[in-house]
Nanobody, 125 residues
Framework: QVQLVESGGGLVQAGGSLRLSCAAS????????MGWFRHVPGKEREFVAA????????DYVDSVKGRFTISRDNAKNTVYLQMNSLKPEDTAVYYC??????????????????WGQGTQVTVST
């Protein structure tokens, strides 16, 4: 099993930026597709972005396209989510997830095998 630890969340004003990091344990990080999801209490977990195991393919939910960028550094066992032009509706707990198959990237949370504990992002007006 793999442990994922998110960091970089915090409080930011609308229009500002944050960079989230997700550090993974283990020796097989480069074989995993990685995703970012976000969750607001009382609502379903929402797909945000995903990246293939080599970083060559990415996918984003429409609401963050042009504002968020997912990337990874396999040598550091880390995936990132750069969030620019933040909006109050981006406020959520952001979760990192890993899919051990790694051949495809997915939007469905049920496909992912490992999850971090989340980091809070709050965007104020």
């Amino acid at each position: 099993q793999v442990q994922l630890v998110e960091s970089g969340g915090g409080l930011v004003q609308a229009g500002g930026s944050l960079r989230l990091s997700c550090a993974a344990s283990g020796r097989t990080f480069g074989t995993y597709a990685m995703g970012w999801f976000r969750h607001v209490p009382g609502k379903e977990r929402e797909f945000v972005a995903a990246i293939s195991r080599s970083g060559g393919k990415t996918d984003y939910v429409d609401s963050v396209k042009g504002r968020f960028t997912i990337s990874r550094d396999n040598a550091k066992n880390t995936v990132y989510l750069q969030m620019n032009s933040l909006k109050p509706e981006d406020t959520a707990v952001y979760y990192c997830a890993a899919e051990r198959g790694g051949l495809f990237i997915h939007r469905g949370a049920s496909v992912y095998d490992y999850w971090g504990q989340g980091t809070q992002v709050t965007v104020s007006t």
